[in-house]
């Protein structure tokens, strides 16, 4: 059965940092783009950051570059979202997304969301003073 679990997430002040995890278990990642997408409430789900099945391709959201760095390691099946000066506009539920497109998504399609087929249950991110 092909899951992904997120993990990492938690309530901090804002400024802080948190790192996410994205774990996959019956299949390897290597072969997939992966992706983090959010969804606030009220709000449609939007890609915050995907990076290409070798790693070598990142995409950001304007709203998180030069806060959130995405990496993968393949050799544990796992792909991070570090995010670093957190704002309280951050506060969402993250999920974590595979897409079997990974090698044919270019840089312009890599974080759209219907490019994306297997998707974990989310994990909550909460910025608050």
């Known amino acids: 059965q092909l899951q992904l679990v997120e993990s990492g997430g938690g309530s901090v002040q804002p400024g802080g940092s948190l790192r996410l995890s994205c774990a996959a278990s019956?299949?390897?990642?290597?072969?997939?783009?992966i992706g983090w997408f959010r969804q606030a409430p009220g709000k449609e789900r939007e890609g915050v950051s995907c990076i290409s099945p070798s790693g070598g391709t990142t995409v950001y959201a304007d709203s998180v570059k030069g806060r959130f760095t995405i990496s993968r390691d393949n050799a544990k099946n796992t792909v991070y979202l570090q995010m670093n000066s957190l704002k309280p506009e951050d506060t969402a539920v993250y999920y974590c997304?595979?897409?079997?497109?990974?090698?044919?998504?270019?840089?312009?399609?890599?974080?759209?969301?219907?490019?994306?087929?297997?998707w974990g249950q989310g994990t909550q991110v909460t910025v608050s003073s």
């Open positions: 019956g299949f390897t990642l290597d072969r997939y783009a």
């Open positions: 997304a595979a897409s079997t497109a990974g090698y044919s998504l270019s840089v312009q399609t890599m974080c759209v969301i219907w490019e994306y087929d297997y």
